[in-house]
C-alpha cells in the first residue's frame, strides 16, 4: 500500500473537513440564534406586548390570549436549541433538582387546586420558562456569552418605556407612579431593579470604553425612569443592593479574607437584630417604623392579616397554585373577609397579598414553602461558594455578581411584593433563567 493512503483515505479526510466546517458553521448559527432569542425572551418576560396584551382588571379568569399565544411561540423557538445541544440541556436539568422538585410542588398541587384548569395554565408559563432558561444557557454557556443579549434587550425594554411615556403620558402614567409599558408602577419598579443589577454586574467584566459608558448610561436612564415609579420598594432595594451588596461582592469575589470578614458582619448584624428585638420586644411595625418611617407598610398590614386568616383555613396544601387571584369576575379571596372588599376598583386591581412569602403558603401550603425554603438554602450555598472561590476571570466574577443580585434582591422585594414563584412574576420568572444559566457557567468546560 502507498505511504500517500488510498483513495478511500482521502475520501474520508475530505469527509471529515465538511463534516468539521457544518459543526462550526451549526455551532455559530446556533450561537447568534440563541442570542436573538434571548433579546425577544427578555422583552416577552419584561413588557409582554405591553398594553395591548393586558387582561381587563374584571376579567382575569381567562388571562391574555395574546400572552399566552407569545409564550407559546418561545416555547416552539427554543426547541432548535434543545435539539442542537440537549446533551447540555440534559446536565442543566441535573444541576437543577431543588428547582425541579419546587416544580414537582406546584404540579401535583392541581389535584387540591380551587381550579385545577387555572393551576395548569399558569403553571405552564413557569414550565415554558425553564424550557427556555436551559435552551439558552445551553448554548450561551458562559456569562461572556449571556450577559451581552441579556443587556440589549433590557437596553430595548428601557428605551422603549421611555419613549412610551414620552410619546403617551396619559397612557404610561397612574395617579400613583409611572407604569410605562409595565402592567403597573410596581412591576415597573422590580423590571428596573433587574435591569440596573444586571447592569451593575457587567460593569466588572467590560474593558471597552464604549461597551462600559453604555452600560453606564442604560444604569442611569432605567434609574431615572425608576424614581419617575414612584415604588418605594423597588427605589429601596436597588439603592441597597447597588450601594452596599454589590462593592461587597466586588471585593469579597476578589479577596478570600474580605469575603471571611463580609460573612462575619452580616452574622453579627442578623444577631444584633435579634438580640434588639428581644431585649426590647420590637414587633415587626416598630422595626418597620424605625426603618421606613411607616409601620404600616402602606397598608400592607391589612392584606397581611388577611392573609395569615385565609392560610388558617388550608395551611398544609395551600389552595392550589395561580387558584387564588385569577378568577376575577368568579372569585377573589378578599370577598371571604369583612372590610376588605367594597367593589371599589382598587381592591379589584389586588393580585397579591403583597409578601411573597404569605402567598407561598396560600398557593401551597406547608409543603410548598418548605420546599421553596430548601430551593432558597441551595441558592444561598451557590453565592458562599463562589465568594470563596477565587478566580482571576472577570467574567466569572461578572456572572457570580449577577447571580447573587438577582438572588438577594428577589428575596427582599419577596417581603413587599409576590415573586417568588408567583404566577406571572416577573423577578420570579427572572430567577428561574438566571438560576439556570448560573448552573451553565459552572458546568465543566468539556461537560
Known amino acids: 500500500m502507498s505511504e500517500r493512503g488510498t483513495w478511500l483515505d482521502h475520501l474520508s479526510q475530505r469527509q471529515a473537513t465538511r463534516d468539521a466546517q457544518y459543526g462550526a458553521t451549526l455551532s455559530v448559527a446556533a450561537l447568534w ?4 432569542l434571548l433579546v425577544v425572551t427578555t422583552i416577552i418576560l419584561m413588557i409582554g406586548l405591553g398594553p395591548v396584551g393586558g387582561a381587563d382588571a374584571e376579567q382575569v379568569a381567562g388571562g391574555s390570549r395574546a400572552r399566552q399565544a407569545s409564550f407559546l411561540l418561545l416555547a416552539a423557538l427554543s426547541l432548535p436549541l434543545i435539539m442542537h445541544a440537549w446533551r447540555r440541556v440534559s446536565l442543566l436539568i441535573g444541576a437543577n433538582w431543588p428547582l425541579l422538585l419546587v416544580y414537582g410542588v406546584l404540579a401535583a398541587s392541581f389535584w387540591w387546586s380551587a381550579f385545577p384548569g387555572i393551576t395548569v395554565r399558569r403553571l405552564a408559563i413557569y414550565v ?3 424550557l427556555l432558561a436551559c435552551a439558552l444557557s445551553a448554548v450561551l454557556r458562559t456569562p461572556r ?9 433590557f437596553g430595548i425594554v428601557i428605551g422603549l418605556n421611555l419613549v412610551y411615556s414620552a410619546a403617551f403620558p ?3 402614567w397612574s395617579p400613583i407612579g409611572l407604569e410605562g409599558l409595565f402592567s403597573s408602577k410596581n412591576v415597573a419598579g422590580m423590571g428596573s431593579q433587574a435591569i440596573i443589577l ?6 466588572v467584566a467590560f474593558r ?11 444604569a442611569m436612564s432605567t434609574a431615572a425612569f425608576l424614581v419617575l415609579t414612584l415604588s418605594k420598594t423597588a427605589v429601596g432595594l436597588t439603592a441597597l443592593c447597588v450601594f452596599v451588596v454589590f462593592p461587597v461582592l466586588v471585593l469579597a469575589l476578589r479577596h478570600r479574607t474580605f469575603a471571611i470578614i463580609a460573612l462575619g458582619g452580616t452574622a453579627g448584624l442578623v444577631g444584633v437584630v435579634g438580640l434588639a428585638t428581644g431585649t426590647l420586644n420590637l414587633s415587626g411595625a416598630d422595626w418597620a417604623d424605625i426603618i421606613t ?3 404600616t407598610f402602606t397598608s400592607r398590614d391589612e392584606l397581611w392579616a388577611a392573609a395569615l386568616l385565609h392560610i388558617e383555613k388550608a395551611p398544609l396544601l395551600g389552595y392550589g397554585f395561580g387558584a387564588q387571584w385569577s378568577m376575577l369576575p368568579v372569585y377573589h379571596p378578599l370577598w371571604l373577609y369583612w372590610g376588605f372588599w367594597s ?3 382598587i381592591y379589584k386591581n389586588y393580585n397579591q397579598f403583597h409578601n411573597g412569602y404569605l402567598d407561598l403558603f396560600v398557593h401551597g401550603g406547608v409543603l410548598l414553602a418548605g420546599t421553596v425554603a430548601f430551593f432558597v438554602v441551595t441558592l444561598v450555598s451557590r453565592i458562599a461558594r463562589a465568594v470563596m472561590r477565587e478566580t482571576s476571570d472577570r467574567w466569572k466574577r461578572s456572572g457570580d455578581i449577577l447571580f447573587a443580585l438577582i438572588v438577594l434582591g428577589t428575596l427582599l422585594s419577596n417581603l413587599m411584593e409576590s415573586s417568588l414563584f408567583f404566577p406571572d412574576a416577573l423577578l420570579g420568572q427572572f430567577l428561574v433563567v438566571i438560576t439556570v444559566a448560573h448552573s451553565a457557567w459552572n458546568l465543566p468546560e468539556g461537560a
Open 33 to 36: 440564534y440563541a442570542r436573538v
Open 198 to 203: 444586571c447592569a451593575c454586574a457587567t460593569l
Open 128 to 130: 415554558i420558562v425553564l
Open 293 to 295: 418611617g411607616d409601620p
Open 208 to 218: 471597552s470604553p464604549a461597551a462600559f459608558w453604555s452600560v453606564v448610561l442604560l
Open 145 to 153: 456569552l449571556f450577559m451581552p443579549p441579556l443587556l440589549v434587550g
Open 343 to 345: 367593589g371599589t376598583d
Open 170 to 172: 396619559g397612557l404610561a
